[in-house]
């Protein structure tokens, strides 16, 4: 596609339900990231994926969280049992190459998942 | 641990002013440095990259500047107009760590 494409823009949800969020990047990116945006706080590493594979899962911030990324294309971050500290903007990011996860290249934002949960 | 720390957090300007954005971190093996605009309730729009051999990127009015010695990069914009108001944030590589955000500077253009 033209840009990067998150689904839904919006979600709200209540406690202890089980929620997913998409992205699709940019046709021919093999980087993806997923960040997390807290009100006032800056953004918030959460996973990286080189092709289907997540190199460093250790930024997802408790087992509830989970990604996956199939076909070299398509990922989902799901959270399992959210809970109110969930409520975020979950963005997604995608880049051209990107050796390793701590050389990105280039960044491509979607305009993110804004997710609440009351 | 890459700390990334930009100042101020919050800049109001008179339109056609032209300003400076700073942005600071404190290890200077760095890949690249990216600079982004996030408007309201959307999504990061990449303005600039600057590569770690690079000192300086221009695109139409905006011009990044880097200095890794001193660990700090700049972001000028000239003739400052309403639509540039935004929040403006700089992020960088460097290390093991993926991407590394600043907090931001929001940016009011009065006109």
């Known amino acids: 596609g033209a840009g990067v494409s998150q689904s839904p823009s919006n979600k709200v949800t209540e406690k202890g339900k089980d929620v997913e969020l998409r992205c699709d990047p940019i046709s021919g990116h093999t980087a993806l990231y997923w960040y997390r945006q807290s009100l006032g706080q800056g953004l918030e590493f959460l996973i990286y994926f080189q092709g289907n594979s997540a190199p460093d899962k250790s930024g997802l911030p408790s087992d509830r969280f989970s990604a996956e990324r199939t076909g070299g294309s398509v990922s989902t971050l799901t959270i399992q049992r959210t809970q109110q500290e969930d409520s975020a903007v979950y963005l997604c990011a995608s880049s051209l190459r990107s050796p390793s996860y701590a050389n990105t290249g280039e960044l491509f934002f979607g305009e993110g998942s804004r997710l609440t949960v009351l | 641990k890459q700390e990334v720390t930009q100042i101020p957090a919050a800049l109001s300007v008179p339109e056609g002013e032209n300003l400076v954005l700073n942005c600071s971190f404190t290890d200077s093996a760095i890949y690249n440095l990216q600079w982004f605009r996030q408007d309201p309730g959307k999504g990061l729009t990449s303005l600039l990259l600057?590569?770690?051999?690079?000192r300086e990127q221009t695109s139409g009015r905006l011009n990044a500047s880097l200095d890794k010695s001193s660990g700090r990069s700049t972001l000028y914009i000239a003739a400052s107009q309403p639509g540039d108001s935004a929040t403006y944030l700089c992020a960088l590589n460097s290390g093991n760590t993926p991407l590394v955000f600043g907090k931001g500077t929001r940016l009011s253009v009065i006109a």
């Open positions: 600057i590569q770690s051999s690079q």
